[in-house]
Structures are given as structure tokens and as C-alpha cells.
């Protein structure tokens, strides 16, 4: 699932998680949808939009950090510059215990807190998306070598 990144939860379900079907078509709706909207009010034009939709990893440019924050807003996920690290660990303990993936809880822990040091919304959606994405590969790694 290529360009899941953009949103945390689905970038986790990516990696490790076998959700069913429906599930999986519920986030992609709603991906789409909060992508649509965050598009629209940023006034992104249809490359930036398939730019940041098909990257593989964090964002690397002020737009698509703010984009990245603006989908985890609609995502509930957080609000203004604060994650909000109740939501995110429980869903993180959800997927640990469904799946076996024992540090995945600790990393995203980790990565709110990396987060919570920002004052800016992109900036901390930009910080919390690469702690995720470079701890959660060595996460997997580590799985799939046991």
C-alpha cells in the first residue's frame, strides 16, 4: 500500500496490520476524502496532491508536512500542533496485541513525544511521520528476522 504514509494509522496497518477489507476501504475513503478536503483548502494543485499521496515515506517539503498535518487533524488524530498520544497508543496498542508486534506501543510513544517538542502543526506532523517511519522499518526488520 504505497503512499500510506500520509496518514499514521494507515501507514501502521501497511506495515504490519491484516485488516479486513472493509476496514481497509473505510481508511481509503476517508483518506481520500480529508486528502480531497486538506487539498482544497491548501490550494495544492493535482501534482502536489499525487506527489504527496504516492510518496513512501515522511513528507520532505513545508507543503507536504502541512498536508500531512492537516489529514491528521480531519483524522482526529491531532489537533493543532498536539498529537494526541491517547488515541494514537491506543490505537497502536490494538495493533501490537491483534498482530504480536511487541515495540510498536514504545515507538509511537516515542514518536508523540518526538512530536510534543514542536510549536508548529507541519513541523510536528513532519516529526512524528519520520520518527514513525524509520523506527517502525527497523521494527519490522527486527520481526521479520524472529
Aim: aromatic share 4%; charged share 35%.
Amino acid at each position: 500500500m504505497k503512499g500510506h504514509m500520509i496518514l499514521l494509522v494507515v501507514a501502521i496497518f501497511s506495515v504490519f496490520a491484516e485488516i479486513n477489507a472493509s476496514e481497509e476501504n473505510k481508511w481509503k475513503e476517508n483518506i481520500e476524502k480529508w486528502g480531497n478536503e486538506c487539498a482544497k483548502e491548501m490550494k495544492l494543485t493535482p501534482e502536489q496532491l499525487e506527489e504527496y499521496r504516492s510518496t513512501d515515506g515522511p513528507p520532505d517539503d513545508k507543503p507536504g508536512s502541512c498536508y500531512l498535518a492537516c489529514v491528521l487533524q480531519k483524522a482526529e488524530l491531532m489537533e493543532d500542533h498536539v498529537v494526541h498520544k491517547d488515541k494514537v497508543h491506543d490505537i497502536m496498542t490494538e495493533i501490537s496485541e491483534a498482530e504480536g508486534i511487541e515495540g510498536l506501543v514504545e515507538i509511537s510513544d516515542k514518536c508523540v513525544e518526538t512530536a510534543d517538542e514542536e510549536t508548529d502543526a507541519c513541523i510536528a506532523a513532519a516529526a512524528i511521520a519520520e520518527c514513525l517511519y524509520e523506527n517502525i522499518a527497523e521494527l519490522k526488520k527486527k520481526n521479520n528476522k524472529e
